[in-house]
Every structure is written in structure tokens, then in C-alpha cells.
């Protein structure tokens, strides 16, 4: 198994799924949950296997595995990870059995359930491992298929609307990468899907050319983040989703489209990835601010969290595309901090809601007397998702404010008011919930089990670590991000302070 590491993380759910399927309806729900966390327990441990593997120096790809599939269009298997991909597959590895844990309340078609969430999990790892753009197109189509399931068959009221406006948007972006996918094979000579090879071909390309083919790559990919203003799918995905649903959306999903900004468009199209910075950045902050003054809005806090995923993820494109040191850094960063910590608000959401039967901001209220552990973890979560130093979601945004301030003060000083608007709506929220009146019908209601600590702990565990010793995941993100700026812009100049390259200010606007 050592020489296939990757292999195995990527396909070892499937052979869960091949369980359950063989089960039938012979198995309880009882037995379909235990091999279900069993099997993305051991996916887990295998993913740690590769973390003791990888060279944090290395900034090339690791692990590679290749191996000839349809060799008459050049078609083949390869795989491999690098300091960008290594901890979005640590992430999804250990979301995945928080989330089957926490599905323990799901009562209906248990075996189905289970089985969408572990094809999801091949689909999302082989999207972030995939080296030949054809095998990272089909993982990437085939993350909609489970999700479609999970919102549109176990969702809210509203769940089949929610699952089709997600279907049908992130398969109308997906139709411009794959028809760009084509014109680069062809003009490659029809030899190779290889993304190496291919980021020769595209050098070749006129300036016109490669530009109109990172917008189609783009628009993919912006869909799948979402960047403003293609996120109108997100909020009501989100709201509908059943809890582990909206967990991975958010924590995992989401960060394919990012991944897939800095894995693929910037690789391909340095030129075009300069040329389209600043537009990028612009909506970028945009969506920034416009989801953190929409999520003060919402009366639903659910609702509100999904809005708040629109606000954080605008920091990761916008440090992706300030190309600094600091600010693309952080913006890796930054996809894992945010799964994390919006990871933790959707769980502890969906446990008061199991328990209140509401997201209403307007019925709940005086739960911290009812619920003081509950609610002590929401707020921990909370603070780490509006930024308090020492905890993990401080980290990411402050790599990126400043970083963008080298490129742009304007853009940097812009972002930095949603930093304020978040600690509103977060904190205003938390006040809504767990203070006030207690309504007659929550005096009764129970505090946390042993589960849900079992579920959500090793979250707020990591929010912590991450926060106080962030050069646990920068030490190897930082040697991949130098290689991709070196790639789309050489001239940003850089320096090292307290162990992470950080980009000179001095040419800042």
C-alpha cells in the first residue's frame, strides 16, 4: 500500500460504498453508520500516512502515481499532491468522519445516505490529488451527483429547489471548463490531458487565447466558491442542506473551486492570471463585504453562517490573486481555517436545531442557561470565525489583509471593515441565541451528549492549535505558493519574517 498511497485515500471509500451495496437491506441502520465512520476513519489514518510521507521542503508534486488508461487519446491515471493540495485532503479526511458522526440523528434510508457520502468523499479527494485535467473533471463533476442527493433527499422544506439551483449552476460553469479542457488537448496534439504538459502548450498560446480560456476555467471554478455574484446557489444550498451536508459543503466543496483557481488557472495562464488580477480582486471584495453585510441581515442563522462562507471565501480569492507571498499563503491557509471553523458553526447549528426544531433568530434565546456547554462551544466557534488572535481564523485573514496592502491599500482597507462586520453578525447572533427569555418549551431541553462532544471537540481542538502554531500547516504551504507566484508573477519580491516568507512592501500602490 505505501507505493499507493493515494490510491488508497481516494478509493478506499468506495469499497465502503461496495459494502453497503452487497449489504441490501439486510443491514440495520445501526450497521450502516458503524462501517460508514469505520471505513472514513481508516481513509483518515491512511491521509496521516501521506502527511509522514510528504517532504515540506518539496515544493514540486509528491507521491506521484501515473499509470496509461486510454492511451489512444492520451487519457491516464495520475495523481499526485503538493503543499497546496496535502492539507485540503488532511481537511476532508477528517470532516468526513466528524460529519458521519454527526448524521447519526438522520433516521431515513440510512444505507443511501451513507452511500452518497462516501462517494462524495472519493469525488472531493480525487478533485484536490487529479494531475490529468480530464481525470480531475470527471471527480469534479462527479462531487454534484452525491450533494444533489444529500440536500434534494434529506433536506428542508425547500430541499428540492435548494438541490437543483446547486445542480444547475455548478453544471452550467462546469460546460466552459470542459470545452477549454478540449481546446487545450487539441492544441497539444491530442497527446495528453498531463496538467505538466499542458502548462507548456498553454505558454504557446497567443495572449488573446490563453485569456479567454482562463475565463472559461474561471467561471467554472467561481461558480464552485462562490465568487460574487455567481453565489446565489450557496445561501439556499446551504439552508436546505441537512447538517453534515452543509458542513462539507462549506468545509470542502466550496474549496475545490478555490484550489482549482490557483491549481489550474494560474498554472495554465500566468499572463491571463495577471492581466484579470485586479477585476478578480475587485469582486473579490465586493464579496467580501456585500456577504457580511447580507449574513447582519438574516433572521435565519443558518442562513446567516451560509452568508458568512460568502464573506471568507471572498479572503481566499482575494489573496490568491494579490500574488504576495503573504497574502497567497494566506489564502491557502485561509480554505482550511475557514472549513474548520464554518465546519464547526454548521455542526453546533444543527444541534440546537435537533433540539429546538428552529433556526429562527426570533425563537431562540436564554439557551446558555439551558445549554451552557452547547453554547460555550458555539461561542469558541464564533470567535474563531470572526477572527480573535490566537485562534485559527485570525491567522489566514491577517496573511491576506496585509499581503493585499502591498499590491493595493485600497482593496486591503476595504476588506479589513468585513474583519468589523463579521464580529457583528457573529457576536449579535450568538447574543440572539444564548441570552435573553428562555421560551417555555426549552426549559426541558438536554445539554451535549458524549457523541456530539465526540463530534465536535477535535474541531475546536484544531481551531486552537492552528491559531497558536500556524507554521504546522504554512511550512509546507509556503515552499508550493513561492513556486506558483515565481510562476504568475516573479517581480513580487520577498523576504522572511518569523519563518514565513511574507512579500516586500515596498512596492505597495
Same mark, same amino acid.
Given at each position: 500500500m505505501s507505493g499507493h498511497l493515494l490510491t488508497v485515500v481516494i478509493f478506499l471509500p468506495l469499497l465502503g460504498v461496495l459494502g453497503l451495496v452487497?449489504?441490501?437491506?439486510?443491514? @440495520?441502520? =445501526?450497521?450502516?453508520r458503524w462501517i460508514s465512520l469505520l471505513v472514513t476513519l481508516v481513509v483518515f489514518g491512511v491521509s496521516l500516512a501521506v502527511l509522514g510521507r510528504f517532504e515540506t521542503a518539496d515544493a514540486g508534486y509528491q507521491l506521484v502515481e501515473q499509470a496509461s488508461w486510454v492511451p489512444a487519446i492520451g487519457l491516464q491515471y495520475l495523481v499526485g499532491v503538493d503543499g497546496i493540495s496535502l492539507w485540503l485532503v488532511l481537511l476532508t479526511t477528517f470532516l468526513f468522519p466528524i460529519s458521519v458522526l454527526a448524521s447519526w440523528t438522520v433516521t431515513t434510508e440510512i444505507r443511501r445516505y451513507m452511500i452518497a457520502m462516501l462517494v462524495l468523499e472519493t469525488a472531493v479527494l480525487g478533485s484536490f490529488l487529479a494531475l490529468d485535467l480530464i481525470l480531475f473533471f470527471i471527480f469534479f463533476e462527479a462531487m454534484l451527483v452525491p450533494m444533489y442527493?444529500?440536500?434534494?433527499? #434529506?433536506?428542508? $422544506?425547500?430541499?428540492?429547489? =435548494?438541490? %437543483?439551483?446547486?445542480?444547475?449552476?455548478?453544471?452550467?460553469?462546469s460546460a466552459f471548463?470542459?470545452?477549454?479542457?478540449?481546446?487545450?488537448?487539441?492544441?497539444?496534439?491530442?497527446?495528453t490531458f498531463d496538467l505538466r504538459t499542458l502548462t507548456d502548450t498553454a505558454a504557446t498560446l497567443p495572449v488573446e487565447t490563453a485569456r479567454w480560456l482562463?475565463?472559461? !476555467?474561471?467561471? =467554472?471554478?467561481?461558480?464552485?466558491?462562490?465568487? !460574487?455574484?455567481?453565489?446565489? #446557489? %450557496?445561501?439556499? =444550498?446551504? @439552508? $436546505?442542506?441537512?447538517?453534515?451536508?452543509?458542513?462539507l459543503l462549506a468545509a470542502v466543496l466550496l474549496k475545490v473551486g478555490a484550489y482549482g483557481l490557483i491549481r489550474f488557472n494560474m498554472a495554465l495562464f500566468p499572463e491571463a492570471s495577471k492581466h484579470f488580477a485586479t477585476p478578480v480582486m475587485?469582486?473579490?471584495?465586493?464579496?467580501?463585504v456585500y456577504g457580511a453585510v447580507c449574513a447582519i441581515g438574516q433572521r435565519d442563522v443558518k442562513r446567516l453562517v451560509a452568508y458568512s462562507s460568502v464573506s471568507?471565501?471572498? !479572503?481566499?480569492?482575494?489573496?490568491?490573486?494579490?500574488?504576495?507571498?503573504?497574502?497567497?499563503?494566506?489564502?491557502?491557509?485561509?480554505?482550511?481555517?475557514?472549513?474548520?471553523?464554518?465546519?464547526?458553526?454548521?455542526?453546533?447549528?444543527?444541534?440546537?436545531?435537533?433540539?429546538?426544531?428552529?433556526?429562527? %433568530?426570533? $425563537? %431562540?434565546?436564554?439557551?446558555?442557561?439551558?445549554?451552557? #456547554?452547547?453554547l460555550g462551544f458555539f461561542l469558541f466557534a464564533v470567535f474563531a470565525s470572526a477572527g480573535l488572535p490566537g485562534l485559527n481564523g485570525f491567522v489566514g485573514e491577517f496573511l491576506v489583509i496585509v499581503g493585499t496592502f502591498a499590491i493595493s491599500h485600497w482593496l486591503g482597507a476595504v476588506a479589513s471593515i468585513a474583519v468589523v462586520l463579521g464580529a457583528i453578525y457573529l457576536l449579535w447572533s450568538y447574543q440572539r441565541v444564548a441570552y435573553g427569555s428562555v421560551h417555555d418549551e426549552h426549559r426541558g431541553l438536554t445539554d451535549v451528549s458524549a457523541r456530539e462532544v465526540a463530534v465536535i471537540v477535535p474541531v475546536l481542538a484544531l481551531l486552537l492549535v492552528f491559531g497558536v502554531y500556524p507554521r504546522l500547516l504554512t511550512d509546507s504551504i509556503d515552499p508550493a505558493t513561492a513556486r506558483v507566484i515565481e510562476h504568475v508573477a516573479p517581480d513580487h519580491a520577498t523576504t522572511v519574517v518569523t519563518g514565513v516568507e511574507v512579500a516586500d512592501p515596498g512596492g505597495g500602490g
Open positions: 452487497l449489504a441490501g437491506r439486510q443491514i @440495520t441502520d =445501526a450497521g450502516a442527493l444529500l440536500i434534494g433527499g #434529506w433536506g428542508g $422544506e425547500r430541499r428540492v429547489y =435548494a438541490a %437543483l439551483k446547486f445542480f444547475l449552476y455548478t453544471m452550467a460553469g471548463l470542459l470545452v477549454a479542457i478540449i481546446f487545450l488537448y487539441a492544441k497539444a496534439g491530442g497527446a482562463f475565463l472559461a !476555467f474561471f467561471v =467554472a471554478f467561481a461558480v464552485k466558491v462562490p465568487v !460574487f455574484p455567481l453565489h446565489t #446557489w %450557496l445561501p439556499d =444550498a446551504h @439552508t $436546505e442542506a441537512p447538517t453534515a451536508g452543509s458542513v475587485v469582486l473579490a471584495v465586493i464579496g467580501i471568507h471565501l471572498g !479572503f481566499v480569492v482575494l489573496g490568491l490573486f494579490a500574488f504576495t507571498q503573504q497574502s497567497v499563503s494566506g489564502g491557502v491557509l485561509q480554505m482550511v481555517n475557514h472549513g474548520l471553523a464554518t465546519g464547526a458553526l454548521f455542526l453546533l447549528v444543527g444541534m440546537i436545531y435537533d433540539r429546538t426544531h428552529t433556526r429562527r %433568530l426570533d $425563537e %431562540l434565546g436564554g439557551l446558555a442557561s439551558v445549554m451552557p #456547554w452547547l
